[in-house]
């Protein structure tokens, strides 16, 4: 894949997370009815989409790190919650995981070759 297709790879799994975090969080399956202060989670994930919209590689490689909060959090709410909250869970894993395969793979695309260093 190209860097453009990952970029944009990247940048939908996060704007999708950050959506279903809201949604989950005040309608869907909030923790308490009418919606919680969980939601307050999507704020970190505010953090990289302006680097990720102009392109900084280094967002893209924090973003790696920062996003096993969220596939943390996901598989102990979809092995503990059940109805409907685990299956948003289930789904926060996956969405956390393809984030972090679009942006690995985006960071190694665009690394500095090694063989100019020579």
């Known amino acids: ?11 939908a799994f996060l704007l999708a997370l950050i959506a279903l975090c809201v949604c989950w969080e005040l309608w869907l399956a909030p923790v308490r009815p009418g919606g ?8 970190p994930l505010l953090a990289p989409l302006r680097g990720m919209l102009h392109a900084r590689r280094y967002t893209f490689q924090w973003t790696t790190l920062m996003i096993w909060l969220y596939f943390t959090e ?25 984030l972090f395969a679009s942006c690995a793979a985006y960071s190694r695309v665009t690394a500095p070759s090694r063989q100019a260093t020579k």
């Open 74 to 98: 996901g598989v102990v709410r979809a092995s503990s919650d059940t109805g409907l909250s685990a299956q948003l869970a289930a789904v926060e894993t996956l969405f956390a995981l393809a």
């Open 36 to 43: 919680s202060w969980l939601v307050l989670k999507v704020l």
């Open 1 to 11: 894949m190209n860097e453009s297709t990952l970029r944009r790879a990247s940048l």
